[in-house]
């Protein structure tokens, strides 16, 4: 297959594009390096693989961009952790619309014309912010509260935007939901003055690194933002391009949304333990409790057997891997100045 990928160079695109040319698939991507600046991948010479530089919301260039692609993956948006989508809150709402209408724009034109099968909306777990029911299935964002942030609330237009098109168009489409991406390649976003926490500046506000920054840096006690008891699913970023990729290839996931995640639970002090454990060894680990901000959700628990049963998806890699691979990574950015 011939797939477009709109913010190619982000986080989990990275993993994706990798996955895709594995399997002999041809993939065009497009990212404006807004975020991070250019980045450097693994890929970018392979002979199946065009990077377009240009901007999400220009319609007309995602429109040449995916001539005689079978598949639009609508990944690009703008996107942080918590602190980055509660300082931005009108910037990511109003962007990552404006993302979404060119993208459907283009995707509906090239459906129009014959070639385009498909339009795949990577969505988030944000869609679920208040969710009432634990495990939370899919179709649950269509039940509970609308989500309070403006993150959570255009993650879930995203989805609406995938059934309008399909309801007016006839544009097919598949919604994937990953859960607490961890990985490697984010970096410092270009402009972002970093967030401090204790005695440390964070470039990213993501719970993983940044609790490994924190570690790295010396910081003790170690700063956590509200209680601890936050549950979260942290799946492996390798782990969830395999689900988006098979949901790409399976005919089965035509007109339909999957949550994908690893059904392991961990609270961010079990987290923090783990983390200090695997850098500090046995040192004592004492824990000071930050102001959470406004949309720290509390409770965020997927229900993942509709992906295992229709795509074939487990999230197989377990926290102690990842962070194997996370925690090298990180001590490089910070002693080469990304971090």
């Known amino acids: 297959m011939k797939i477009l ?5 982000g986080f989990i695109a990275g993993y994706l594009i990798e996955q895709l040319l594995e399997a002999g698939h041809e993939v065009s991507g497009v990212d404006d390096f807004s975020k991070y600046g250019p980045v450097a991948k693994s890929y970018d010479q392979h002979p199946k693989y065009r990077l377009t530089k240009g901007d999400a919301r220009d319609s007309e260039l995602l429109r040449r961009a995916g001539e005689g692609c079978d598949i639009v993956v609508a990944a690009a948006a703008k996107i942080g952790g918590i602190s980055y989508f509660h300082r931005y809150a009108y910037d990511l709402l109003a962007n990552n619309e404006r ?9 509906i034109d090239l459906h129009k014309a014959g070639a385009l099968k498909r339009i795949v909306v990577v969505s988030s777990s944000m869609v679920f912010e208040n969710a009432t029911e634990f495990p939370t299935p899919e179709g649950h964002e269509r039940k509970c509260p609308p989500p309070f942030s403006s993150y959570g609330f255009q ?25 607490n991406c961890v990985g ?16 440390v500046r964070l470039a990213m506000s993501h719970v993983v690194p940044d609790l490994v ?35 790409i290839e399976s005919p089965a996931a035509l007109n339909d949304d999957f949550n994908l995640s690893t059904p392991q ?10 983390i ?10 004492r824990f000071v409790h930050d102001q959470p901000f406004e949309h ?35 001590r490089n950015g910070i002693e080469t100045g990304i971090l």
């Open 5 to 9: 990928v709109t913010g190619s160079s």
């Open 99 to 107: 993302i979404l209408a060119a993208t459907f724009d283009a995707a």
């Open 155 to 179: 993650k879930l237009a995203s989805e609406y935007f995938a059934r309008a098109a399909h309801d007016q168009y006839g544009l097919p489409y598949t919604i994937v939901r990953p859960f």
């Open 184 to 199: 490697i390649g984010e970096a410092r976003a270009l402009g972002e003055p970093g967030v401090p926490s204790g005695n």
């Open 213 to 247: 920054q924190k570690v790295l840096k010396g910081q003790d006690p170690l700063h956590i933002l509200g209680s601890g008891d936050q549950v979260r699913h942290y799946t492996y970023g390798g782990d969830l391009a395999r689900g988006i990729k098979l949901a």
């Open 265 to 274: 639970a961990t609270t961010v002090k079990e987290l923090a333990q783990v």
């Open 276 to 285: 200090w454990r695997k850098i500090r060894g046995d040192a004592p680990l």
């Open 296 to 330: 720290d959700v509390a409770r965020r628990v997927p229900a993942t057997e509709k992906a295992k049963r229709v795509l074939g998806f487990e999230a197989t890699t377990s926290l102690d891997a990842m962070l194997d691979e996370v925690i090298p990574w990180i």
